[in-house]
């Protein structure tokens, strides 16, 4: 059986995180835990997938928080964010916008109307 590339096995551990997991990720850790160097990580994920490795891993935070936003769970904006270790909630709204196109506020509003419909 032929063994999993170092990029097919970073996106197995993005893919693995919970919320509380995405705190620590990024190409740095993932490369360290996998035994090469973020270059060489980041070599093999764009060859690989034809991505960067770190819009791969925004692209996952995202999607995280986004299912934050949809639970009934009463987390602020700034909580989320902090959650997955972002320093400035600007920060975390401009990338969740990029992924998204709106503000993790009308995400969470717009999935409460279909919720009551």
């Known amino acids: 059986m032929k063994s999993k590339s170092t990029a097919h096995r970073a996106a197995d551990i993005i893919f693995a995180g919970k919320a509380e997991d ?5 190409a ?6 996998l035994g090469v160097s973020a270059q060489q ?8 997938f034809d991505f960067y490795i770190n819009d791969f891993i925004d692209h996952n ?19 989320i964010s902090e ?3 972002f320093t400035e909630v600007d920060g975390f709204i401009t990338i ?14 717009t999935a409460r109307q279909q919720r009551n419909k």
């Open 41 to 48: 990580l980041s070599a093999s994920f764009q060859k690989e």
């Open 96 to 109: 969740f916008k990029k992924h998204f196109g709106i503000s993790p506020d009308r995400y969470r509003e």
């Open 22 to 26: 995405f705190k620590n990720i990024s």
């Open 83 to 85: 959650l997955f270790n």
């Open 28 to 33: 740095d850790a993932l490369a360290l835990k």
């Open 61 to 79: 935070i995202t999607y995280q928080a986004a299912l934050l936003l949809k639970s009934r769970k009463k987390l602020s904006i700034k909580e």
